[in-house]
């Protein structure tokens, strides 16, 4: 069309061939002549504005079109799923069987629908009167389920969320029930099953001579005299782990505020030797008002009366002394005192046993040895040990924070064992550690601190054969 307009402009503006007009001949000879068109400019910018316009005009109303068939398809859907869903309430309301499940369906319908609706109203840019009619038939047929749920003549569906309920309150009582707590042990009884666990270490103190006394051993009397209802004791050793002195403390008050302390003083003044009475290693114990260690130098066992200051001496025959043997990273501890239950053991080697642990058990009354068993576990390899119902528990280190309980020898049975239980540190070396039965903990002197374990035993299990 565009192109016939331009011939028709060109046969308007353009005069005939056969039309004449008047010129002049120049100095070439050569004939000029003028000519004179008139100003009748066709708009061509306004005719492709038009021809745009046009088209998108023509795309609009065809995008229309295809809205209106799609809305209308929709709306027919929505009908259809209206209707099927009146249908399904009506069949409840008139009493026709039903489920949770029928009512869970309606309300997934239900929010399906009201979601689409919101949908289209969007789409269609604002109100409209037949979806707004069925969005309110939606919110009617939401209440109407509601009411039916809630009217359930029957009682059936809330006596089965009650059950439901029930059933799983149950389950997770069972998954989150604790566990029984274990009966007590009383202190002083053997009535359970061994040492299941060690506590996190509780840091009491530092020894009263300070930092520079990482040896030693501390601890309280488990059986004190009657007129003495805590004794705490507390012995620091010089560098080269001789026990030259130590202190006792009335009770844990007295203790932690370092006050009232009673010194004992192993050294004799202006004796020759003056060290007959001192000890070494730190494998002392406090037991009846008495201190067991090992005599200076000396295979020799001391018993220590604080209140008499009276000195016993007991050779233990065979025993190695002078650091030969002693436990791992802890010098001059040939013999470790060890109390439970059962009254005063002590740890220690022997050249025939090569190195290896030996335990005997001491008659209180005669300070002899009444029984001895052999061990198979090499002493150096230990860094501690002590006694719990006439087990012998031997700890080894782990690393620079943690040590291990691993082996364990049952002196009813000759029968040595293996376990596993870790026990965090707060410096690298276990000095000292004792058990108390009155107590059940472990003293702990670690690096110069006064440090505590609780123990905790497994429950009684009583044999097999018993009846």
């Avoid at 202006?270 to 067991?292: E, H, I």
């Avoid at 005063?344 to 029984?371: C, D, H």
């Avoid at 090499?378 to 002590?386: D, E, H």
Wanted: hydrophobic content about 35%; aromatic content about 10%.
């Amino acid at each position: 069309m565009f192109l016939l307009l331009l011939l028709l402009l060109a046969a308007v503006a353009v005069p005939s061939l056969g039309q004449n007009a008047s010129g002049t001949i120049n100095s070439d000879g050569i004939c000029e002549c003028s000519l004179i068109l008139p100003d009748n400019t066709f708009p061509v910018a306004r005719m492709e504005y038009l021809e745009r316009t046009s088209r998108q005009l023509n795309l609009s109303v065809q995008l229309e079109i295809s809205k209106v068939k799609e809305y209308t398809h929709t709306m027919s859907v929505y009908a259809s799923r209206l209707v099927n869903l009146t249908r399904r309430v009506e069949s409840i309301e008139t009493g026709g069987s039903y489920t949770q499940l029928d009512f869970e369906l309606l309300k997934l319908e239900i929010r399906e629908l009201v979601s689409l609706t919101a949908q289209l109203k969007v789409t269609l840019n604002g109100s409209n009167t037949i979806i707004n009619k069925l969005y309110k038939e939606i919110e009617n047929i939401s209440l109407t389920v509601s009411k039916l749920e809630s009217y359930d003549k029957l009682n059936v569906l809330a006596i089965r969320r009650e059950i439901a309920s029930l059933r799983l309150r149950l389950s997770d009582c069972e998954e989150n029930q604790a566990a029984p707590t274990p009966k007590t042990i009383d202190y002083g009884s053997c009535e359970h099953g061994g040492l299941l666990n060690v506590s996190e270490p509780f840091v009491i103190q530092l020894n009263w001579k300070g930092s520079g006394y990482k040896y030693g051993g501390w601890g309280k009397d488990p059986t004190p005299l009657p007129a003495k209802e805590e004794l705490y004791w507390v012995a620091p050793l010089l560098n080269e782990q001789r026990l030259d002195t130590f202190r006792l403390y009335a009770s844990y008050d007295e203790l932690l505020l370092t006050r009232n302390p009673i010194d004992k003083n192993l050294v004799i003044p202006g004796r020759y030797p003056n060290y007959v009475k001192t000890g070494q290693g730190s494998g002392m114990v406090l037991y009846n008002n008495s201190l067991y260690y090992n005599c200076y130098s000396s295979r020799d066992m001391c018993r220590y009366n604080v209140d008499t200051n009276i000195l016993e001496r007991q050779t233990l025959t065979g025993a190695v002394f002078n650091n030969r043997f002693s436990y791992q990273g802890v010098k001059f501890q040939d013999m470790d005192f060890a109390v439970d239950e059962s009254g005063m053991w002590v740890i220690y080697s022997t050249e025939e046993n090569a190195g290896n642990m030996v335990i005997s058990k001491l008659n209180l009354t005669s300070f002899n040895v009444e029984r001895t068993w052999i061990t198979k576990q090499f002493k150096p390899g230990v860094s501690s040990a002590f006694m719990i119902c006439g087990v012998l528990y031997a700890i080894r280190p782990v690393n620079t924070r943690m040590e291990e309980i691993f082996y364990t020898f049952d002196t009813r049975t000759s029968e040595e064992g293996r376990i596993s239980i870790k026990m965090n540190k707060m410096l690298e070396l276990l000095q000292s550690v004792n058990y108390n039965p009155s107590d059940h903990k472990l003293y702990v002197y670690n690096d110069g601190y006064e440090v505590t374990y609780d123990v905790i035993f497994k429950p009684y299990a009583p044999p097999a054969n018993s009846k």
